[in-house]
């Protein structure tokens, strides 16, 4: 069964304190995972596209990787503005269906 | 703005009322979709419209009914909801309905409370 798991569920950085997100899956064939942010009382907002293993994306202080099981969305000295829920989805190969994670939830605190 | 506009924000409504969900986009986008999403849930696909046609209907109770009148629009109709279904309901849109390159636009959602 194709699922995605995140970890950890909330996390709370000092700003400027560097970590990372992980985002594990399990699909028969994967065609593309993404990355969201969601603010408070809005819809997600598209961050990132990975294909394949060994790809990585920036954008600002994120940085995201992906291996054959698992994507990590790494944050470099964060800032509050920073916070925020990340969502990672992932389409399998013969499919359109997209199947979400749960979220982590961020607060970086000033 | 997101390119996506939902309306209403925020809806309360009884088990035995009827309302309507109401999205719109004019990006040009050819797939339209409704997601539930619940805290501490994944989003769950409701609905998927290609081309205005329905192509995805993911065991969703009668007491939602879509309708995609153009490819700019996108209804979701409720009627006899349960408490259970109290979460955000969002719409996005994406160029096609296949390999989403991009990846979703989504509108910013509306809350509905079931009471």
């Known amino acids: 069964e194709d699922q995605v798991t995140q970890s950890p569920e909330a996390l709370r950085l000092q700003e400027g304190e560097s970590s990372s997100l992980n985002c594990s899956y399990t699909?028969?064939?994967?065609?593309?995972l993404f990355w969201y942010r969601q603010d408070p009382g809005k819809g997600p907002e598209f961050l990132f596209t990975l294909y394949s293993a060994g790809e990585e994306k920036e954008k600002e202080r994120l940085k995201a990787t992906l291996t054959k099981k698992e994507s990590f969305l790494h944050i470099t000295a964060p800032k509050p503005e920073d916070s925020a829920t990340y969502l990672c989805?992932?389409?399998?190969?013969?499919?359109?269906?997209?199947?979400f994670g749960t979220g982590t939830s961020l607060t970086v605190i000033p | 703005e997101t390119g996506v506009t939902q309306t209403p924000r925020h809806l309360v409504m009884g088990m035995t009322n009827k309302k309507s969900l109401k999205c719109e986009q004019h990006?040009?986008?050819?797939?339209m979709y409704w997601y539930k999403q619940s805290a501490k849930k994944p989003l769950e696909l409701m609905f998927v419209y290609s081309l205005e046609e329905r192509v995805e209907n993911n065991s969703v109770p009668s007491r939602f009914s879509p309708e995609c009148p153009n490819s700019s629009h996108l209804f979701l109709h409720l009627h006899t909801l349960q408490p259970e279904d109290s979460a955000l309901y969002l719409c996005?849109?994406?160029?096609?309905?296949?390999?989403?390159?991009?990846?979703?636009?989504f509108g910013s959602g509306t809350r509905l409370t079931v009471v």
């Open positions: 990006l040009g986008h050819n797939a």
């Open positions: 989805a992932v389409q399998a190969v013969g499919g359109n269906q997209f199947y």
């Open positions: 996005a849109s994406s160029p096609n309905s296949g390999t989403v390159w991009g990846g979703y636009t």
């Open positions: 699909v028969s064939g994967l065609r593309g």
